[in-house]
Structures are given as C-alpha cells and as structure tokens.
Nanobody, 116 residues
Framework: QVQLVESGGGSVQSGGPLRLSCAASGSTSSIYVWAWYRQAPGKQRELVANIPHDGSTNYVDSVRGRFTISRDNARNTMYLQMSSLKPEDTGVYYC??????????WGQGTQVTVSS
C-alpha cells in the first residue's frame, strides 16, 4: 500500500508560480511511475505530467515549457513546479503513483485557482 498526500495548492494570479508537493509513505519502493493529474470543473481528469522509474519526464502539450515535474527519492516526495500559470490551469491537482504490481494510488487532491 502507498499513501499520498498533496500540498502546496492555493490561489494565484495569472502569470504567477506555484509549487505542489506529494509526499508518499508505505511501500514507496514499489512505485513505478509518479504522476500529476488535474481535473477542471466540468471536465474529465487529465494527465499533466509523469516521471517513470527511469527518471524521464513527460508532459501534456498545454503545460510543456511551463511546468516541471521532479522527485526526491530520499524524501519519497514528488513535486510539480508550475510557472506562467493561466486561468485554464485551474482545477484540482491529484498525485498518482502506479506500482510495479499494477496498483493505482491517488492523493486527496489540492485545489489550484488561477485568476486573470
């Protein structure tokens, strides 16, 4: 089992930065892929970025160049550094961990609101 807790959400003006954190506990050595998802009001949850076990990174086109995903293995923590935020980035951001034994774990979500 893996437990995930997000932090760092809040309200920010358009163009501003925000950093999200996701602290993992439990069987963290089983995590194969870390990821951030978001869900805007009235829309489906979408993948924002992920970082597989090999350390490579992947981003949805709408955030590439503005967001940076990273992880600190020693602290079992993943981050999402967001810059040049836009109102369309508003939503609930969820931390996700996919384990080597095919289990999907989710955090409780953290709200990000970008005002114009």
């Amino acid at each position: 089992q893996v437990q995930l807790v997000e932090s760092g959400g809040g309200s920010v003006q358009s163009g501003g930065p925000l950093r999200l954190s996701c602290a993992a506990s439990g069987s963290t050595s089983s995590i194969y892929v870390w990821a951030w998802y978001r869900q805007a009001p009235g829309k489906q949850r979408e993948l924002v970025a992920n970082i597989p076990h090999d350390g490579s990174t992947n981003y949805v086109d709408s955030v590439r160049g503005r967001f940076t995903i990273s992880r600190d293995n020693a602290r079992n923590t993943m981050y999402l550094q967001m810059s040049s935020l836009k109102p369309e980035d508003t939503g609930v951001y969820y931390c996700n961990a996919f384990s080597a034994d095919y289990n999907d774990y989710w955090g409780q979500g953290t709200q990000v609101t970008v005002s114009s």
